[in-house]
């Protein structure tokens, strides 16, 4: 559909072919869990490091690193190289330290689905606590759910065009009706097919 091409485009990372892109603000962007983790340093050596890439000041970041860790609830394996992490313990650190500066937009590319549920709920409250403290959070997920819970308006991309934007109710219930509209069309096909040939 093109989202990830266009969440590159908003960080900068990757130069748009035509047109121009406004940001306003400090972006912080979670598009991999590994986008900036280091596999053969430690989580903590990580957490350093994208302070100090992020421009903290040296000054705020021993707080700034205990509250990541204490977000990211990584116990011991704090400490172990980051190529010794699961997909999951990835997605923590990763979203821990993406979301500690607190940014004045947060992108989030889908990353949450991976790990326990747990963590899952206790990240969607930390988004939802960015916005209510009047952060912009831009979310891409095909979980309807998570966008209704998080989102206010959303953008359907189609293949790479924007197909409709709006109110998240009038989008997310657009999209179902066109997902459902497709499936039966799908299985419609297939049961004439399989009559066919019996």
Known sequence: AGKSTLLRVITGNLTPTSGEVTVNGGVSAMLSLTSALNPNESGLENIRFNLFLSGVDKRDVPVLTDEIVEFAELGGFIHAPVRTYSTGMNGRLAFSIATAITPDVLMVDEVLGVGDAYFSAKAMLRMIDLCNDGRSLLFVSHSTAAIQLLCNKA??????????????????????????????????????????RL
């Open 155 to 196: 953008i359907w991309l189609d293949g790479g065009s924007v197909r409709a934007i709006g109110p998240v109710a009038d989008i997310v219930r657009a999209y179902e009706d066109d997902f459902r509209r497709e499936e039966d069309d799908r299985i419609r096909s297939g049961n004439i097919a399989r009559t066919r």
